[in-house]
């Protein structure tokens, strides 16, 4: 058994390399496309249609895992939660290129796609306090130290940033900057126990690479550039933003793959025994 076991663990590392290397061929791949089309006048097309893609096989992914997990258990409760928060985002992407591409509105912000984004930070919430319950087990206060301040410290001075960019006496300009508050601020709550999962996590062999956790910075980050290409002198970012989004959307369906192929297989009894 202990033979088959390093066996198993020599596999799994093996596997691992597989799926980071598949991750990044991905992410050039899809984004290398983009940039290609960045140019064109109908490059918001693309960016809507790969995008929706990928979250839709995400979403897709995070229901197979509930049809073989179920809602039971802590795991069970948080990847269905994950499963509710990734069908809103898809309903906002839905939602977003709708507008874009059928009704012909340039980035639309606000909109209703926003009330489904902001609704999925409960399913998205939901998943990450549970599971640092698990993978945050045995963290040093150290890190406590270093990664809350520095998180509050960064939001606080993202803020600042962006509503100095805004026309706070201009009241359409209050909707927008409100949004662009509230996304950072939710993304910083996150940040936090994702960051220090994260840091936890070359304790497991299963759990080396916190894909989900990964994804979570990335999608924080491109929600900050966001806020900032929403203003006129700085939506030249926002092909970028897209592209962060892209690479994000990607590490959380190659979290799920690794979820299926290991946490609910039976190389995950062999580990374990």
């Known amino acids: 058994m202990k033979l088959e076991k390093q066996a198993t663990e020599i596999s799994v590392g093996k596997e691992r390399r597989k799926y980071v290397v598949g991750l990044l061929i991905a992410i050039v791949a899809v984004n290398g496309f983009l940039a290609l089309v960045t140019d064109s006048d109908i490059s918001f097309v693309f960016y809507d249609l790969v995008r929706l893609a990928i979250v839709g096989g995400a979403t897709m992914l995070s229901l197979i895992v509930f ?15 994950l499963a509710a928060g990734l069908i809103m985002y898809l309903a906002a992407e839905a939602t977003w290129s709708y507008y874009e591409i059928v009704l012909n509105e340039e980035s639309p912000f ?18 990450q306090f549970s599971l640092y319950k698990f993978y945050g087990k045995g963290i040093k206060k150290f890190a406590y130290y270093v990664v809350i301040p520095s998180v509050t410290i960064l939001a606080y001075l993202y803020l600042q940033s962006l509503v100095s960019l805004y026309d706070l006496t201009n009241q359409e300009d209050l909707l927008p900057v409100a949004l662009s508050v509230t996304y950072p601020l939710l993304d910083s709550v996150i940040f936090i126990p994702a960051i220090l999962i994260i840091l936890n996590s070359w304790k497991g062999q299963l759990t080396f690479i916190p894909w989900v956790f990964v994804s979570w910075v990335l999608s924080g980050t491109a929600d900050i550039l966001f806020g900032y290409s929403s203003v006129p002198e700085f939506e030249w970012i926002f092909p970028a933003v897209t592209m962060i989004y892209n690479a994000a959307y990607l590490c959380m369906a190659t979290g799920l793959l690794w979820y299926l192929g290991f ?5 995950r009894k062999v580990l374990r025994s």
């Not at 049809?67 to 939660?81: D, I, M, N, P, V």
């Not at 489904?116 to 409960?122: E, R, S, T």
């Open 67 to 81: 049809a073989k997990q179920g809602y039971k258990g802590l795991f069970g409760r948080a990847y269905t939660a």
């Open 110 to 127: 606000p909109s209703l796609a926003d009330a489904f984004y902001l609704a999925g930070y409960a399913g998205f919430g939901y998943h």
């Open 263 to 267: 946490f609910l297989s039976e190389k």
